[in-house]
């Protein structure tokens, strides 16, 4: 059935084609027709950074920016669902054309720019939400905030989300917003995530409630890079990272149509670069928590970043191509792996 609809879809603009999408989930599930969709749950739980997860594939962040479909997604089966990226102030995004397709490859070129309602709006949402699954809220900064004051826009955000997220992303990765990713590096993630996880504790107390910190780093590191992310993760007492946001490799797509495309590059040209990353931040970090994502589009390739280190993988690109059987099969996967 997904392929059909597919097949209508993808001749549609892609920006248009996912809302038209995510309006079609919420109508299905307003008419309780989710099980035509997606199977039952799969029930495999476990309990990371002190909350408890249905299964271990979840939603990742960018598909809905503002969680305006947290019910109809979370019927899809996912043991969790992260929504945003947020901003404190609503923001347009970059200029359209700025989604691409490149189905031979099974990736997706974006250069959204953070597109958003605001954090006041997400927030409103999340409230109104029935899903009561575990939710996760992915924050960043305005684009016209400069880096130097970034830290006052994760912090606007981090103490807007606090009382409505099981848990907190912290967005320093995407491409897409100029100078973000000069935040992963040095004594400027040092000082961001020390700053954030004081301010995250004065939360927990003041509010009687626990919510982790997670970070999500971009592919794109050397070896040696990576190491010093996972030192400062390390020392900031982090609870999770999310390893990866899209890359600005055009490795695997070279000679494709939207190749030359500015923006981040996901799917399954970024699934070897995400898993390597995952290994080598499971090799420096044994206690934290490692959500692996980036080219899963298999239950196959969710067990490959199970194996290379990651507790929990989450889904985007896959998710377009394959539609929502695939969060069944990976789920199912993964149960089956460590129940063998």
């Known amino acids: 059935m997904y392929k059909a609809a597919r097949a209508l879809l993808f001749r549609l603009d892609p920006e248009t084609a996912h809302d038209l999408t995510l309006s079609s989930l919420a109508l299905a599930h307003r008419l309780h027709m989710q099980r035509v969709l997606a199977a039952p749950m799969i029930e495999d739980p476990v309990t990371l950074m002190g909350l408890r997860f249905a299964n271990r594939v979840g939603l990742s962040a960018g598909l809905d920016k503002n969680a305006e479909h947290l ?13 945003g990226t947020v901003t404190p102030r609503a923001q347009s995004g970059n200029p359209k054309p700025r989604l691409f397709r490149l189905p031979e490859q099974g ?16 927030i409103a949402n999340v409230a109104r939400s029935r899903y009561d699954g575990v939710i996760g809220i992915n924050i960043g900064k305005n684009l016209t905030t400069p880096v130097e004051q970034a830290v006052d826009d994760y912090m606007t955000c981090l103490r807007a989300v606090h009382g409505h997220a099981h848990y907190v992303t912290v967005n320093i990765s995407s491409p897409n917003t100029p100078g973000l990713r000069s935040l992963q590096f040095g004594e400027q993630l040092n000082a961001l995530l020390s700053a954030l996880q004081q301010e ?13 910190l997670a970070v999500k780093i971009a592919p794109d590191m050397s070896e040696p890079e990576t ?16 390893g ?12 494709s149509v939207h190749a030359d495309e500015a923006g981040g590059l996901s799917g399954r040209p970024v699934r070897e670069a995400s898993t390597t990353i995952v290994r080598r931040l499971r ?35 896959g998710l377009i191509y394959e539609g929502p059987a695939l969060v069944g099969q990976c789920a199912r996967a993964l149960r089956e792996a460590h129940t063998l």
Do not use: W
């Open 283 to 317: 090799e420096k970090l044994a206690d934290i928590t490692i959500i692996g994502v980036g080219g899963i589009d298999s239950g196959e390739a969710a067990l490959e970043k199970r194996r290379a280190g990651a507790d929990l993988v989450q889904l985007y690109s």
């Open 244 to 255: 990866t946001n899209t890359t600005v490799s055009r490795e695997g797509i070279a000679g």
């Open 71 to 83: 019910d109809a997604l979370g019927a899809l089966g996912f043991g969790f669902v992260e929504v």
């Open 200 to 212: 995250n504790r004065m939360l927990n107390q003041r509010h009687g409630r626990q919510v982790p």
């Open 227 to 242: 190491d010093l992310v996972a030192e400062c993760l390390r020392a900031c007492h982090i609870e999770a990272v999310i």
């Open 107 to 122: 990736a997706i070129i974006n250069r959204m720019g953070f597109n958003n309602q605001g954090v006041d709006q997400l």
